[in-house]
């Protein structure tokens, strides 16, 4: 490769040379010439860079892609997440609704044992109070009948 690049140089050096001992109108078709082959090869330079270009861009554009499909999938995941977190928020309020509920349910019940132990104690001290009742009548029964014996004495 330095072998021909030397070669080259070496070349242009004699077409340099050769170029200004030319006459006017030889001067002016090498020059054309040489323009256009410079010409040809910055074209040829800009192909390959556009080519290049061209190449990235479309490397750029399927990572671009990967990275929307990538986003799409971590979107739709936050969403399912979210609709999750949603319906779990809901759970726990109706949850919270019925221990709610349940509390109420069980600070009734207390209530009510508490409601039917006064009326037992209630029913019971009635009970004994008719028990002394019905005895004071036996017992005025019995008075009654000492007064009537103690009268007919």
């Known amino acids: 490769m330095q072998m021909k690049e030397q ?3 070496s070349q242009d050096q004699v077409n340099e040379e050769e170029i200004g001992k030319l006459p006017k109108k030889d001067f002016r078709v090498k020059i054309e010439k040489k323009t256009i082959q410079n010409l040809k090869n910055i074209k040829n330079k800009m192909q390959e860079s556009n080519n290049t270009f061209i190449k990235k861009l479309e490397e750029i554009k ?3 892609t990967g990275m929307n499909y990538t986003f799409t999938v971590i979107k739709n995941t936050l969403e399912g997440i ?3 977190i949603t319906e779990v928020e809901e759970e726990i309020g109706e949850l919270e609704d ?3 509920e ?3 349910e069980e600070l009734n019940k207390g209530k009510r044992k508490k409601i039917e132990d006064s009326l037992r104690d209630l029913w019971d ?3 004994d109070q008719h028990s002394n009742y ?3 009548r036996r017992k005025r029964g019995k008075i009654k009948g000492l007064r009537r014996v103690l009268k007919r004495l």
């Open 7 to 9: 070669g080259k140089n």
């Open 62 to 64: 399927n990572k671009k």
């Open 82 to 84: 979210n609709n999750r």
């Open 98 to 100: 019925r221990m709610v």
């Open 102 to 104: 349940i509390t109420v």
């Open 125 to 127: 001290n009635e009970t």
């Open 134 to 136: 019905k005895g004071l």
